[in-house]
């Protein structure tokens, strides 16, 4: 599925379509096979893929509404990414404050569920946000310390991520 949707032209009018006809499947698949619970984890990701794909879409074309319903769309299946994605819109659209508070909370959120790669994901996002926000006020050598620092646990929590996942084979 993924090498032909990257064969259809880059437009929400082209993609709407096939991802339409892709979340249906995906959710027949999850609603008809609610025992096997890989099967729905699977379906679940394939959903918010297929959401985050038309965000994407629509969001090159400038239509800046319908890719924020994706995303919302996208945040039900997948909430992580969901957030990061709609605080990186409201960054763009001049809502800084409000992007940082998102990945603030989501943080909290995050240590909570234990999601390590998405909260290495969320630091490494916020901590950008941050620097670019203080920008000139402060000196830069503490801010990028402090993102040397970020980098490096997102570094390792990632590289243990992938040693559990290893393990687990």
């Not at 979340?23 to 699977?42: D, F, G």
């Not at 379906?43 to 969001?59: C, E, I, P, Y």
């Not at 919302?72 to 940082?100: D, N, Y």
Request: charged letters at 20%.
């Amino acid at each position: 599925w993924e090498r032909r949707l990257r064969l259809l032209a880059d437009s929400p009018h082209a993609l709407e379509p096939v991802l339409a006809l892709r979340c249906a499947v995906w959710s027949h698949a999850a609603a008809n096979c609610a025992a096997q619970p890989e099967v729905v984890s699977l379906a679940t990701h394939g959903l918010g893929q297929s959401w985050l794909a038309f965000a994407k879409s629509a969001r090159a074309a400038g239509h800046g509404e319908t890719a924020s319903g994706a995303i919302a769309q996208a945040s039900v299946h997948l909430p992580a990414i969901g957030a990061l994605k709609t605080a990186k819109m409201e960054w763009e659209s001049g809502l800084r404050h409000q992007a940082v508070l998102r990945l603030q909370q989501q943080v909290r959120v995050l240590s909570a569920e234990h999601d390590k790669e998405a909260r290495a994901r969320t630091l490494l996002r916020l901590a950008r946000y941050l620097e670019e926000e203080r920008g000139a006020a402060e000196p830069q050598v503490g801010i990028e310390r402090i993102l040397a620092i970020l980098a490096i646990l997102a570094l390792y929590l990632l590289y243990s991520l992938h040693l559990q996942h290893l393990l687990y084979l």
